[in-house]
């Protein structure tokens, strides 16, 4: 009789029936955001992040839209997300179980300057958003599981460290200014404005006259340069504004009133499409 790990027989079963979310901060890396999910039906709204999103599928495969591209992928494939890349996500056919990390520019700043000896100029991004590297996604996915766990500080940092170095110095490269033109002019301004207004009842009439183009352009030329409409960028803004105030302890109700929201259940079904969990959940870690 053949002789398997427990780790073994856990991956060779199916995915359970039901949808389940841990969510926790890692302390030791500046409270970075990590998640860990099995989904059958939850599809992720159209969003982005102010901090890198880094992960691996473990079982099953998502269907994902980043930046206009849309794949399937599954175990072996990374997601290597950077800060304000618009992406979303839905379950394939028999639904995944993945993992994920939410590091900061200046954390992951800090590793790469440790790895290298040297001071960072400009902005580390990632060129491949879903590269195919079953080495690194093992790394990663171990690396995940003692943090989860409670692994021994030395080792769960030491694992983590290696492999944030490791997705950067084989799959990251620096950001390059983009030239400026009369529309991303234009949609520059009004990604500005929504931005500062966040919290406003804004029209559609107003963001036309920032920009200096009809509605119909405007929206045209905004989704053509975010991957996003104003509406569903300014939901984003409130969501992260959000994050922030729900992590200095605001309830959801205040965080609701607070972020422009019509109440708190509009905005718990947004906050869940964004994040994959309820504002209770993720205020309470």
């Known amino acids: 009789m053949q002789s398997v790990s427990q780790k073994q027989a856990a991956d060779e079963m199916p ?4 949808e389940e979310t841990r969510f926790w901060r890692a302390s030791r890396f500046g409270g970075m955001e990590c998640l860990s999910a099995t989904f059958h039906t939850h599809e992720y709204a159209l969003h982005a992040h102010d901090t890198f999103s880094i992960g691996a599928i473990e079982k099953g495969s998502q269907i994902a839209t980043i930046r206009g591209t849309r794949e399937e992928t599954g175990p072996g494939d990374l997601y290597l997300i950077n800060p304000g890349d618009v992406h979303d996500g839905a379950p394939g056919e028999a639904g995944y179980r993945y993992r994920m990390i939410y590091p900061d520019a200046q954390l992951v700043t800090n590793v790469l300057e440790d790895v290298s000896g040297r001071s960072l100029h400009g ?9 195919r590297d079953p080495q690194l996604s ?3 996915t171990h690396a995940h599981r003692m943090m989860e766990a409670g692994a021994g500080q030395l080792e769960s940092d030491e694992s983590m460290f290696r492999v944030l170095a490791a997705l950067f110095l084989r799959h990251g490269s620096m950001v390059l200014p983009q030239l400026a033109t009369r529309e991303r002019s234009a949609v520059d301004r009004v990604r500005d404005y929504l931005t500062a207004h966040f919290d406003s009842d804004i029209g559609l009439d107003e963001l036309a006259r920032i920009a200096g183009l009809s509605r119909a352009h405007m929206i045209r030329a905004f989704r053509r340069e975010f991957f996003i409409t104003p509406h569903a960028f300014l939901t984003d803004l409130r969501i992260r504004e959000a994050r922030r105030l729900l992590r200095l302890g605001q309830s959801p109700a205040e965080v609701a009133l607070a972020c422009g929201f019509a109440d708190q259940a509009h ?4 906050f869940k499409a964004r994040t994959g969990i309820t504002p209770g959940q993720f205020r309470r870690r």
């Open 15 to 18: 995915l359970s029936g039901f």
């Open 123 to 131: 902005m580390p991004s990632f060129a491949a958003r879903l590269p």
């Open 138 to 140: 093992a790394a990663f």
């Open 267 to 270: 905005f718990t079904r947004h």
